[in-house]
């Protein structure tokens, strides 16, 4: 019997386990202004293979994942670009997509965009407005966080020092410097007219609004990258207590950053490296196993050295199954396709808040397994063993081919049986080397 699902709850410092059998789920989406960065992608991988063991679990999930497609960033990219906002946002839009194919995320359920969603968005202010934990100032709105006990708790963070630190602003309409705004009024860009003035929402609003829409007065499990947790889920968590007097999230997961250089990865430095650059080197799954060396909530120190290594070393685990394969092909052996059982082992790792270290340790056990069936050609429990194997890949989001399923490595191994078969060892050596030089065995 599987234990519960426990996760590190960033909120109390404690592993907290997930009770019930229904889950939901927020994870904060990209800005599209810019193609993503490999350290957005940890996020999105981290909460992937969430959402996978979830559903291998049983459990009833609902998935949500914002896009945020308003904001001043798009507008200053539409302007050097001489393009619209909306050519832009569409344009990094889709490349996100092609970014999440690329990575073989799961198709996200609900990735709801806040242009599609602005009057959900004013009516949500509005209820702020009236519980009286917002107040409009010259067709601005700001939330008061005076008016919420627990502002600050999220990020540990004491609410003297928070305003001993805040930047200096000239605006002063607010309150509060710590105040932040909800709806602001404005006529430059994209806008549109409300109850208070003409602007647009702003972006702390967005997904507590969503996931009032969505889910209700709370998801079971919310987060992002690390550095979201203060000032936006902070503020996220703030509305909520406004309202509803509770917290936003039953449990708040926030996934590490991955450092270049030692420091943070970030747009705005320009210290980071794009996904799709990578991906016109490496694939996928190299991406997606570099993240499982490390626990998610721990930095990484991105270098292209530890990327290879990392290439190399699932390449090393996948060669372990294809020998089965490609013997299977030598011996004249018909692939069977069967359904994998997931060894409860590797479940209760990831069930163990994502214990992806564990998890590979697992995946390394199980390859070797292969071996044993192999040198004594039992393929029917070569196969099981195999299958079984490839569930637990599926649930990393790791995807595999086998080479009874690849046209181009079949010809090659078939082509090897006949030189075999033909006593031509000259041959039969070169296409085996083939097999080598590709990755194959």
Known sequence: MLNPLTIYDSLSNQYLKIP?????????????????????????????????????????VTYIHNITDIDDKIINKAKELKKTEKEIATLYYDHYLDINKALNILPIEMMPKVSDHIYDIIDYIQKLIESKSAYIADGDVYFDISTVSNYGTLSHQNIDALYAGVRKENNTNKKSPLDFVLWKKTETGLNWKSPWSTGRPGWHTECAAFINKYVGNHVTIHGGGIDLKFPHHENENAQNFALFKRNIADVWMHVGHINVNDEKMAKSTGNFILVKDLLDKYSGNDLRWLMYQSQYQSPINFSFELLDQTKHDFHKLVQQINNGYVQMILNGIPDKPLVGEVDEEFLGALSEDLNFPNAVVLLWKHAKELAKPIRSQKFDNFLQLAANLQAELDILGLHYVSPTQDSSVRSIVEEWKKALQEKNYILADKYRQMLIDNGVI
């Open 20 to 60: 019930g059998d229904t889950i939901s789920i927020y994870n904060c989406g990209p800005t599209v202004y810019n193609d993503i960065h490999i350290g957005n992608a940890r996020p999105l991988i981290t909460f992937d293979v969430l959402n996978r063991l979830l559903k291998a679990r049983k459990y009833h």
